[in-house]
């Protein structure tokens, strides 16, 4: 392991999921590479397969859905041609995931103690004891009050916030240097979202955890993420340093999608949209898949694009980028 | 808690009288046990003494209420064949058919969770496949029937198990039971396989359709990320939650069994309580036939409050107080 590294490092991913009615190739090329301590977004609507990615790393496609093509490699080592029991080393101990809905992520009839300690036990052999200190200093540490008697209570004595902190504490407990957040405040309230949002950003600060954000809201990551990658019906098609990309986008689909954050500039006039729906993943277009809604589609995007690298870090797959005037 | 309980205490009380009178004048009507109990050619005086003697001349709601009164005495009467009180004869065959319908609830859950289990992960594997197949059969196939065949095979054409009776018993806390010795175990395997196998069946699909569910759930997917092994997350992330399901039905079906368990040991010569009710309802004897569905009501009353708390157990949401019970 050397100390330049990145965390991790995907490359060509490919997750197919092979159904009666054909292949969806719910994750198709993907390529990132996250870096000790760094902050990822990863955009998309839905069905634009952030979600897989982040199970990909995990190694926890369900079937029929499989890690197709590509290499995973965290810290220098690979993942994909990893056994299987020690990719479940891994998951929770030096990986670990927070998912969407705080409401379902723990299990109803468990008490919280429990489903800390097994966390812990799982992957370092300590006593019950000590892995139960661990749990209360880890609700300690993600701001739950009196942790020690939280400790014995089920999940649904718990508000949602709380249960969402209650995930990221289980997240944590084991000081992953690596966490991939899939969309982890979408169901909560602003105020809880803000304040999970700043914790989140501390502890990368503070610990050089490497993060994962997965949302399909461009304001939340705006102010948490160091870089940003845009997905698109299974690819990325744009990548690049958060304020680069927001600034000036140069994929007709990020402009699209920054044009349809309501503001107050804007007030009054029709919300901007993107013209159209998200293809089927079933039976994609040839070319381009953002083609059909694309204001600057021409002949040229019958064909696949390929991603660019362009000056500072960013990429874009696109024949006709917006240039950087474009939204100045 | 204790709400809960002096509620469910009222309400059984309640139950049970609604029942009494129900049985009461239901077997009032079904016939006249004169008919079958007095000798025909005894003579009109003596025909009369006996009848008198059984209370038999007087109103029925009168005889309801003798009855009433004798119950909260703690006396259900004495059986108009035996002689005894009817009380004790169910006492005495009562051991034999409650070790029976232990032991196939018992087998319906140690085999029935594991293979609900297996086809709810594997729903289109061949193994899977061949469980619900095995499942169909249970629940269509008559009891009888299956013990007939289970007798063929197995104490006829391989002669590995004894075909009837309880084999030797041993006094375990008063009462005289098989299952605590070898011969008794080989007699009560085959009945309680036979009176499982419509249990087994039942469980088999429960613990499929939960384990397909809860397989689906986020928290399985977050224990999975947590890196448990798939035997935590299945022996307690999984199980747990199918349980809930399971300890419904099997409380009600325990009383099912215990009470109408009359196919299985009439089959296997098995002496229980059921063949007792239907020799007793073939006699028109009365009292026998009334402390019978007495007591069968009570167990069904406590197993269900049993039940009840043992959900409590496994899900911490349902709370006893909020119950109306």
């Given at each position: ?20 009615s ?23 609507e ?14 926890l496609?369900?079937?029929p ?9 965290f ?51 300590i ?14 540490q ?46 909560l ?23 994962i ?18 997905m ?25 999608l920054?044009?349809?954050?309501p ?21 994609l ?18 064909t ?10 960013r ?14 | ?31 006249n ?14 025909q ?55 032991g ?18 594997y ?21 009888f ?95 747990k ?8 039905v099997?409380?009600?079906e325990?009383?099912s ?45 406590i197993?269900?409050?049993v ?7 496994l ?10 019970a």
């Open positions: 392991m050397t100390g330049n590294e990145p965390t991790l490092c995907v490359e060509n991913l490919q997750t197919y999921f092979y159904t009666k054909g292949v969806i190739k719910a994750v198709d090329d993907v390529s990132f590479t996250v870096d000790k301590g760094e902050v990822l977004g990863l955009v998309g839905s069905g634009s397969g952030k979600s897989v990615t982040g199970f990909s790393i995990l190694g496609v369900d079937p859905g499989r890690i197709a093509g590509g290499r995973i490699r810290k220098g080592h690979s993942l994909t041609t990893l056994p299987e029991k020690e990719w479940r080393n891994l998951r929770g101990s030096r990986i670990s995931m927070v998912f969407q809905d705080p409401m379902m992520t723990l299990n109803p009839v468990l008490r919280i103690d429990t489903q800390m300690i097994e966390a812990v036990t799982a992957h370092e052999n006593s019950r004891q000590e892995a139960r200190t661990r749990a209360r200093d880890a609700l300690g993600v701001g739950i009050p009196s942790p020690d008697e939280r400790l014995k209570a089920y999940p649904h004595q718990f508000s949602g916030g709380m249960r969402q902190r209650v995930a990221f504490s289980i997240a944590l407990i084991n000081k992953p240097d690596l966490i991939i957040a899939d969309e982890p405040t979408t169901a309230d602003v105020t809880i979202q803000a304040q999970i949002l700043h914790e989140a950003q501390k502890l990368c600060r503070d610990t050089g955890t490497a993060l954000w997965i949302t399909h809201d461009l304001t939340v990551i705006a102010g948490l993420s160091d870089r940003v990658c845009v698109y019906a299974g690819r990325i098609v744009e990548a690049g340093g958060i304020n680069q990309v927001l600034d000036t986008p140069h994929h007709p689909y990020t402009y699209g920054i044009g349809s954050v503001s107050r500039n804007k007030r009054g006039a029709p919300l901007a949209q993107i013209a159209g729906m998200t293809p089927s993943l079933l039976n277009p040839p070319g381009c898949a953002f083609r059909q809604r694309c204001p600057r589609a021409s002949r040229a995007c019958l696949e694009p390929e991603i660019h690298e362009l000056k500072d870090g990429a874009v797959r696109c024949f006709h980028p917006y240039e950087e005037e474009a939204t100045a | 808690m204790l709400a809960f309980t002096v509620r469910r205490l009222l309400q059984s009380v309640i139950v049970l009288f609604v029942m009494s009178i129900i049985v009461f004048l239901g077997i009032y009507a079904i016939g046990p004169v008919d079958i109990l007095i000798n025909p050619e005894a003579d009109i005086a003596e009369e003494a006996t009848i008198r003697r059984l209370g038999l001349d007087k109103p029925v709601w009168t005889q309801y209420f003798t009855f009433l009164t004798n119950v909260l005495q703690g006396d259900l009467g004495t059986s108009f064949v035996h002689n005894e009180p009817a009380l004790l004869i169910i006492l005495e065959r009562l051991p034999a058919t409650m070790e029976l319908a232990v196939a609830v018992g087998l319906a859950i140690i085999i029935g969770i594991p293979a609900g289990i297996i086809a709810g992960l729903p289109d594997s061949i193994i899977g496949r061949g469980i619900m197949a095995g499942s169909i059969l249970g629940f269509s196939l008559p009891t029937w299956v013990g007939l065949m289970l007798i063929m095979l197995f104490s006829v054409m391989l002669g590995w198990l004894p075909a009837s009776g309880r084999g030797d018993t041993v006094g375990f806390l008063g009462v005289q039971v098989s299952f605590l010795t070898w011969d008794g175990l080989t007699h009560i395997f085959l009945p309680a396989f036979n009176l499982a196998l419509f249990k087994m069946s039942l469980v088999i699909r429960l613990a499929r359709a939960g384990t397909r569910e809860v397989m689906l759930q986020d928290y399985i997917k977050f224990a999975r990320a947590k890196g448990l092994s798939n035997v935590r997350v299945i022996g307690v992330h999984v199980l939650n199918i349980l809930i399901p399971v300890v419904t099997l409380g009600l325990l009383g069994v215990i009470a109408f368990a009359v196919v299985t040991e009439t089959v296997f010569a098995w002496p229980g309580i059921g063949k007792l009710l239907i020799d007793s309802i073939g006699n028109l004897d009365r009292p026998l036939v009334v402390a019978y569905l007495l007591m069968t009501v009570t167990m069904f009353i197993i269900n409050f039940v009840d708390i043992l959900y409590s157990l899900d911490p949401r349902v709370r006893l107080g909020d119950m109306k």
